[in-house]
């Protein structure tokens, strides 16, 4: 089983990042849209529509503790939590990435 996607993990921390992901893709889930979740082998990924106005090219401080970003957004405020997430990640070996498009936002983890 090379290829799948299998992490020696601590417990807790885990279900820290899988509910502190999925409890924010609700509670900034604007339009009342669906929360798409997928896994597979290879990653781990939750997208949800959301009112958040940022280019790609920014998102990285996103993970920045008690990051605060200039805009009118509601969804906009500390992100806190993706600065924990991303500590988890690294804590187990994982890559994250972030994406906005058409107002879907979206993390992605990966294996390294």
Known sequence: IKNDFIIFWNEILIQRLVNNLVENAL????????????????????????????????????????YKADNSSKSFGYWLWLSIVKKIT?????????????????????KK
């Open 27 to 66: 509670k900034y889930n604007f339009w009342n849209e669906k929360v798409k979740i997928f896994l597979d082998k290879n990653k781990f990924e939750i997208c949800n529509k959301t009112d958040i106005k940022i280019d790609n090219s920014e998102t990285e401080k996103l993970f920045e503790t008690f």
């Open 90 to 110: 690294i804590a187990h070996n994982l890559k994250i990435n972030i994406s906005v498009n058409n107002n879907i936002f979206c993390v992605k983890i990966t």
